[in-house]
């Protein structure tokens, strides 16, 4: 089993619909979340970084985490096509040597 | 401010033809350093990673190899290249082990196609 599981989609939507991402690990023991986005071609680059369960907002972003549910959203409002990319979940180990477990990345459409 | 230096940005290489991408990170000292290959498609696929001068680990076995020759500079290198090395080879960096995680900043990015 992945430590870390993420439905690779692709999930189009319309311009200005909410768009709903998640993942989820087997570890409990995780405690820092963090959400990549990854432009066509380009690397990935650090969205969100949360760390034990609740929200936290920046801008239309949303990161939420569940850790009771060993769960993890992404939610973004007011979609826009600039919104289209792979986003990919990313969970540090508890170990000290620091190997991220990524999710397999979902590709998100937004369509005007 | 740190940056990371990955090129180049694309490539394209017959079989059996060597190959040598290199990754240079600026601003920070000992940095953790990582190759990972994204097939289309796919997601992220570990190749090797560096706790510092010679120190690498592979993750699977292929085609391929990787040095460090100095602390921040990382190459991925194969000798004869292969039809299914083709993909987006992405170069890494993260803080030393035993600091808080802030993540990996991630390269550019080389698109390697093998014909």
């Known amino acids: 089993q992945k430590e870390v599981e993420q439905d690779p989609g692709p999930l189009s939507v319309p311009e200005g619909a909410i768009v709903s991402l998640n993942c989820t690990y087997s570890?409990?023991?995780?405690?820092?979340f963090m959400w990549y986005r990854q432009y066509s071609r380009k690397g990935p680059e650090l969205l969100m970084y949360t760390y034990s369960s609740g929200n936290k907002e920046d801008g239309r972003f949303t990161a939420q985490v569940d850790k009771s549910s060993k769960y993890i959203s992404l939610f973004i409002r007011d979609s826009q096509p600039s919104d289209s990319a792979t986003y990919l979940c990313a969970i540090p180990p508890t170990d000290s040597w620091g190997k991220l477990q990524f999710g397999a990345g979902t590709q998100v459409v937004v369509t005007p | 401010s740190q940056t990371i230096h990955q090129w180049p940005a694309t490539l394209v290489q017959p079989v059996g033809s060597p190959l040598s991408l290199e990754c240079t990170v600026e601003g920070t000292s000992n940095p953790n350093l990582y190759w990972y290959r994204q097939a289309a498609g796919r997601g992220l696929q570990l190749l090797f990673y560096?706790?510092?001068?010679?120190?690498i680990s592979s993750e699977v076995p292929q085609n391929l190899s990787a040095s460090r020759p100095q602390d921040r500079q990382f190459i991925l290198s194969s000798k004869k290249l292969l039809l299914s090395d083709s993909g987006f080879y992405l170069c890494?960096?993260?803080?030393?082990?035993?600091?808080?995680?802030?993540?990996?900043?991630f390269g550019s990015g080389t698109r390697l196609t093998v014909v």
């Open positions: 560096s706790i510092g001068i010679d120190q």
């Open positions: 570890n409990s023991a995780f405690q820092y």
């Open positions: 890494a960096w993260s803080v030393p082990a035993g600091r808080k995680h802030y993540g990996y900043t």
